[in-house]
């Protein structure tokens, strides 16, 4: 073969080679895109507490196929210093134990039943761990971590938990103020930012909102009678805060809080309130995005 008929036939295939190269590099080179959240919506308290268990792997998936736009769920320790997923500090209501929930191991809490309180065809639901949470929650929902009185230092690890997810960015903080240091602690070890919801001096006045201003936090949870002021919902729009308020099902009072500026109430009923949310132009979210496409 001559040397015309040897480049003739490698340049097609150099071609291709540098091509190929091309797209690579700039595929390693092109910045992740920004995970797209929910602007208003409605809060799954403990995942779709109504029709499952609260606080349960079923009821965060059932949650999801509905479409909530934040899921909120609640985080306790054990006696070995585990992070498991419930509400009250004992596991009499939920489950078929007795006993605060820092009395057993994590062993121990596996073994007991999380279902069949609620219905028979949930026996034998297990109580689940933060981080076995947050592997199956999309990547573009956002996510209510409620810590109860469980210390800076569990605070700070169930933090930690969240960072070694990759979760940090969908992931909202609502803890005690004693509990604040511990996530501010994770927060400048790993050099992530970490997201903070104020729930000191809960309410609906003024000055829970220049708390949570003045505080540098990122969401606040109004509660009780009454309702903010006009000036006080802006200041918050403003200043970049998530407007959430706890809680209810009722259609009207559900409709007046998205009217007057509430971005994110916390419901029981989701199905319910999902069709509220609707018919003011607040569709359910769907994620795309499983937890394994990030």
Not at 24 to 48: C, F, N, T, W, Y
Not at 104 to 129: C, H, M, N
Request: hydrophobic letters at 40%; glycine letters at 8%.
């Amino acid at each position: 073969m001559n040397e015309q008929m040897i480049y003739s036939v490698s340049l097609p295939r150099f071609a291709s080679l540098l091509a190929v190269t091309v797209v690579v590099a700039a595929m390693i080179s092109m910045p992740a895109m920004a995970v797209e959240l929910p602007k208003r919506g409605v809060i799954a308290h403990r995942g779709d507490m109504a029709t499952h268990p609260e606080n349960t792997l079923a009821a965060f998936k059932e949650a999801i196929r509905l479409g909530a736009h934040v899921i909120e769920f609640d985080v306790k320790g054990t006696k070995d210093h585990q992070m498991v997923l419930m509400h009250d500090p004992t596991v009499d209501r939920t489950t078929n134990g007795t006993g605060k929930v820092s009395n057993y191991t994590l062993a121990e809490i596996k073994q007991l039943d999380a279902g069949s309180w609620k219905a028979p065809q949930f026996a034998g639901e297990r109580v689940p761990t933060l981080a076995e949470a947050l592997a199956i929650m999309p990547r573009d929902t956002w996510l209510m971590v409620h810590l109860h009185a469980t210390g800076a230092d569990l605070a700070k690890a169930a933090a930690n938990t969240v960072i070694g997810a990759k979760r940090e960015h969908q992931a909202i903080f609502l803890v005690p103020p004693a509990e604040v240091p511990g996530i501010k602690q994770a927060e400048r070890d790993s050099g992530k930012n970490l997201l903070i919801c104020n729930l000191d001096t809960r309410g609906t006045g003024t000055n829970y909102v220049d708390q949570t201003i003045k505080g540098g936090f990122d969401a606040l949870v109004f509660s009780g009678k009454g309702f903010p002021l006009a000036s006080d919902i802006k200041r918050l729009k403003d200043n970049g805060v998530r407007i959430c308020f706890y809680g209810t099902d009722d259609p009207e009072t559900l409709t007046h809080w998205f009217n007057n500026g509430i971005e994110f109430p916390v419901v029981d009923n989701l199905k319910s309130s999902l069709k509220v949310a609707q018919k003011l132009g607040i569709n359910p979210w769907n994620p795309p995005q499983t937890p394994k496409s990030r």
